[in-house]
């Protein structure tokens, strides 16, 4: 399997809600990343785990948890969010360490707040 | 500052007809430079990246460090590069982040 999946496609909710993004890859890779896209703009980084450890976490606000339970899955918890957290939220993996490696992305969460 | 410019936010040409994306970069030490391309509708992708000096679906990319440059070519556009262009940075001290240009919307007319 060379592929990221990731679930849902669409998901609607509201600012009161919880829900959770799910991710999973099975190509052996250690590095595991959360991505926000809104439309026509490149993706934004928000937090990186590494060896299932949280690497780093671009001052992302706390209504995002992320979990990473073991080195093929990795969730994105969601509460209290706000509509302006409407977007494409993409999921990545790559090789851990070394130089830079390719980052395999997922097809994306449309995500709408109401 | 560690930098990635598209000045394109749209290009716009005719099925046949050379194509040439701009990116220009700013920063301090040796880069390594990467294309993605996301088709409508389909995942982010990386094309090519500078160390590998492939070619792929056509596109090349040199990078000219006197112009601080990376810019994507394709001698002969084809319907099926529509898609967004990103070109991005990665810094020598991080193995995990990227600095991302703006993007450049390709749109081939027929």
């Known amino acids: 399997d060379t592929e990221v999946t990731q679930t849902p496609k669409h998901l609607v909710m509201g600012m009161t809600n919880k829900k959770s993004l799910k991710c999973e890859q099975h190509m052996g890779h250690r590095a595991m990343y959360w991505y926000k896209q809104k439309a026509k703009k490149p993706p934004e980084l928000m937090f990186v785990?590494?060896?299932?450890?949280?690497?780093i976490n671009e001052s992302v606000p706390s209504r995002f948890s992320p979990e990473c339970p073991n080195s093929s899955l990795l969730n994105l918890h969601l509460h209290a969010l706000q509509p302006e957290d409407s977007a494409l939220y993409l999921c990545?993996?790559?090789?851990?360490?070394?130089?830079?490696?390719?980052?395999?992305f997922g097809p994306g969460t449309r995500l709408t707040v109401l | 500052a560690q930098r990635v410019t598209q000045p394109e936010k749209l290009l716009s040409v005719f099925k046949g007809a050379p194509v040439e994306l701009k990116c220009n970069y700013s920063?301090?030490?040796?880069?390594?430079l990467f294309w993605y391309v996301q088709y409508s509708r389909q995942r982010l992708q990386l094309l090519l990246r500078?160390?590998?000096?492939?070619s792929i679906k056509g596109f090349t990319a040199d990078l000219n460090k006197g112009e601080t440059s990376f810019h994507l070519k394709k001698p002969f556009a084809q319907e099926e590069d529509s898609a967004m262009y990103y070109c991005?940075?990665?810094?020598?001290?991080?193995?995990?982040?990227?600095?991302w240009g703006a993007g450049t919307k390709l749109i081939i007319k027929p």
């Open positions: 920063y301090s030490g040796s880069p390594e």
């Open positions: 500078h160390i590998s000096r492939e």
């Open positions: 785990y590494s060896y299932e450890k949280l690497s």
């Open positions: 990545a993996s790559s090789q851990a360490g070394g130089n830079y490696n390719e980052q395999f």
């Open positions: 991005a940075l990665s810094p020598m001290d991080s193995n995990y982040q990227l600095i």
